[in-house]
Nanobody, 120 residues
Framework: QVQLVESGGGLVQAGGSLRLSCAAS????????MGWFRQAPGKEREFVVA????????VYTDSVKGRFTISRDNAKNTVYLQMNSLKPEDTAVYYC?????????????WGQGTQVTVSS
Protein backbone atom coordinates (compact mmCIF):
# COMPACT_ATOMS: atom_id res chain seq x y z
CA GLN A 1 0.00 0.00 0.00
CA VAL A 2 1.23 3.47 -0.91
CA GLN A 3 -0.21 6.73 0.31
CA LEU A 4 0.46 9.89 -1.65
CA VAL A 5 0.08 13.48 -0.49
CA GLU A 6 0.45 16.36 -2.94
CA SER A 7 1.26 19.95 -2.13
CA GLY A 8 2.32 23.13 -3.88
CA GLY A 9 -0.67 24.05 -5.99
CA GLY A 10 -2.06 27.54 -6.18
CA LEU A 11 -2.93 30.53 -8.32
CA VAL A 12 -0.34 31.96 -10.68
CA GLN A 13 -0.34 34.33 -13.62
CA ALA A 14 0.40 33.09 -17.12
CA GLY A 15 4.14 32.77 -17.62
CA GLY A 16 4.72 32.04 -13.96
CA SER A 17 5.99 28.95 -12.19
CA LEU A 18 4.86 26.49 -9.56
CA ARG A 19 6.48 23.47 -7.97
CA LEU A 20 4.35 20.55 -6.93
CA SER A 21 5.51 17.94 -4.45
CA CYS A 22 4.20 14.46 -3.77
CA ALA A 23 5.26 12.69 -0.60
CA ALA A 24 4.84 8.93 -0.48
CA SER A 25 4.58 6.56 2.44
CA UNK A 26 6.30 3.20 2.58
CA UNK A 27 9.79 1.79 2.40
CA UNK A 28 9.80 0.71 -1.25
CA UNK A 29 9.36 4.06 -2.94
CA UNK A 30 12.17 3.43 -5.43
CA UNK A 31 10.36 0.37 -6.76
CA UNK A 32 7.45 2.48 -7.96
CA UNK A 33 7.18 4.45 -11.14
CA MET A 34 5.69 7.84 -10.36
CA GLY A 35 3.60 10.11 -12.49
CA TRP A 36 1.50 13.22 -12.62
CA PHE A 37 -1.93 13.43 -14.19
CA ARG A 38 -4.31 16.36 -14.41
CA GLN A 39 -8.01 16.93 -14.82
CA ALA A 40 -9.47 20.18 -16.05
CA PRO A 41 -13.13 21.08 -15.46
CA GLY A 42 -15.40 19.11 -17.76
CA LYS A 43 -12.54 17.03 -19.13
CA GLU A 44 -11.16 13.57 -18.52
CA ARG A 45 -8.07 13.01 -16.43
CA GLU A 46 -5.00 13.07 -18.65
CA PHE A 47 -1.40 11.95 -18.42
CA VAL A 48 1.23 14.65 -17.91
CA VAL A 49 4.55 12.98 -17.08
CA ALA A 50 6.04 9.81 -15.63
CA UNK A 51 9.41 8.87 -14.14
CA UNK A 52 10.85 5.43 -13.56
CA UNK A 53 11.75 4.13 -10.14
CA UNK A 54 15.42 4.97 -10.60
CA UNK A 55 14.61 8.37 -12.04
CA UNK A 56 16.54 7.69 -15.22
CA UNK A 57 13.64 7.29 -17.64
CA UNK A 58 11.07 10.04 -18.13
CA VAL A 59 8.24 10.58 -20.56
CA TYR A 60 6.25 13.80 -20.99
CA THR A 61 3.07 14.56 -22.81
CA ASP A 62 3.81 16.83 -25.76
CA SER A 63 1.99 19.88 -24.42
CA VAL A 64 4.33 20.26 -21.43
CA LYS A 65 7.68 19.35 -22.98
CA GLY A 66 10.25 22.05 -22.37
CA ARG A 67 8.13 23.67 -19.67
CA PHE A 68 7.62 21.00 -17.00
CA THR A 69 10.32 18.95 -15.27
CA ILE A 70 9.76 15.91 -13.11
CA SER A 71 12.30 14.73 -10.57
CA ARG A 72 12.36 12.37 -7.63
CA ASP A 73 14.33 12.04 -4.43
CA ASN A 74 14.17 8.40 -3.36
CA ALA A 75 15.85 9.19 -0.05
CA LYS A 76 12.96 11.50 0.80
CA ASN A 77 10.19 9.42 -0.81
CA THR A 78 9.19 12.47 -2.80
CA VAL A 79 8.55 13.33 -6.42
CA TYR A 80 8.46 16.88 -7.73
CA LEU A 81 6.94 18.62 -10.72
CA GLN A 82 8.51 21.94 -11.63
CA MET A 83 6.14 23.84 -13.91
CA ASN A 84 7.46 26.86 -15.77
CA SER A 85 5.96 29.12 -18.42
CA LEU A 86 2.50 28.19 -17.24
CA LYS A 87 -0.45 28.76 -19.52
CA PRO A 88 -4.16 29.14 -18.73
CA GLU A 89 -4.74 25.75 -20.35
CA ASP A 90 -2.58 24.17 -17.65
CA THR A 91 -5.33 24.96 -15.15
CA ALA A 92 -6.45 21.68 -13.59
CA VAL A 93 -6.37 19.52 -10.52
CA TYR A 94 -3.02 17.74 -10.57
CA TYR A 95 -2.81 14.21 -9.21
CA CYS A 96 0.23 12.25 -8.16
CA UNK A 97 0.21 8.59 -9.15
CA UNK A 98 2.29 5.52 -8.28
CA UNK A 99 2.48 2.12 -9.87
CA UNK A 100 4.72 -0.85 -10.52
CA UNK A 101 4.87 -0.25 -14.29
CA UNK A 102 6.44 2.76 -15.95
CA UNK A 103 4.49 4.39 -18.74
CA UNK A 104 1.58 6.63 -19.65
CA UNK A 105 -1.02 4.41 -18.03
CA UNK A 106 -1.79 5.17 -14.38
CA UNK A 107 -0.76 2.89 -11.56
CA UNK A 108 -2.89 1.79 -8.67
CA UNK A 109 -2.28 4.62 -6.22
CA TRP A 110 -3.49 8.21 -6.31
CA GLY A 111 -3.06 11.29 -4.22
CA GLN A 112 -5.94 13.56 -3.33
CA GLY A 113 -5.03 16.17 -5.92
CA THR A 114 -3.89 19.77 -5.78
CA GLN A 115 -5.45 22.66 -7.68
CA VAL A 116 -3.38 24.66 -10.14
CA THR A 117 -4.99 27.77 -11.56
CA VAL A 118 -3.27 29.89 -14.19
CA SER A 119 -4.80 33.28 -14.87
CA SER A 120 -4.43 35.07 -18.18
Amino acid sequence: QVQLVESGGGLVQAGGSLRLSCAASGRTFSSYAMGWFRQAPGKEREFVVAVSGSGTVIVYTDSVKGRFTISRDNAKNTVYLQMNSLKPEDTAVYYCNAGRRFGREPGDYWGQGTQVTVSS
